[in-house]
């Protein structure tokens, strides 16, 4: 049994925290061009950077992305 993630909510996170993606692509060295594709919906994090973003924001891993009931594999 596996899960697919859904709708990426990185964007809700940092809303949550006053935030935006250039103070998280500072905090964590990860590229501001690779945090929108994450934000938008055109990439999924590997578990090591969904962990480094997680960290930095104050969020669990399973705070990033929808999982969709119906998205077990």
Known sequence: M???????????????????QQWLSEKTSISKTQISDYANN?????????????EAIGCYIDDLYEFPL???V
């Open 2 to 20: 596996g899960y697919k993630p859904g709708r990426c909510l990185l964007s809700q996170r940092l809303k949550e925290i006053n935030k935006n």
């Open 70 to 72: 119906d998205s077990k």
């Open 42 to 54: 055109r990439k999924v994090m590997m578990i090591w950077t969904a962990k480094t973003i997680a």
